[in-house]
């Protein structure tokens, strides 16, 4: 099948809409890991000299959202291949007309 020029023009822009659109994302997401590299050098502003269990609290917490971040991007733990997702295929085509991706998280 064939497509028309004006076809292929509508899918380039929709297709350069969406690289804009996951740039802009791909950039926050690397502005946040940042500011989080960051504070943890130094070591998110905890008082070596005060009580600490707050402090790890917290870091127990954030770590846990991360390993589940991390977990869903890599399909690991609950996010496995097997267990109602598909697994992890950066190299995959477009899916075929009229069907839509499936969300990764």
Do not use: N, Y
Request: a positive charge; charged letters at 35%; glycine letters at 8%.
């Amino acid at each position: 099948m064939r497509m028309t020029k004006t076809a292929m023009t509508k899918r380039e822009a929709v297709q350069q809409r969406s690289l804009k659109a996951f740039l802009a994302k791909k950039a926050e997401f690397d502005a946040l890991l940042a500011e989080l590299q960051q504070a943890s050098e130094d070591h998110f502003g905890a008082d070596p000299e005060g009580g600490l269990w707050g402090e790890a609290a917290c870091l127990a917490d954030a770590t846990a959202k991360l390993k589940d971040i991390a977990d869903q991007h890599f399909r690991r733990g609950e996010h496995a291949a097997g267990r109602g997702t598909l697994p992890h295929r950066p190299d995959r085509r477009a899916p075929a007309r009229g069907r839509r991706w499936r969300s990764r998280c």
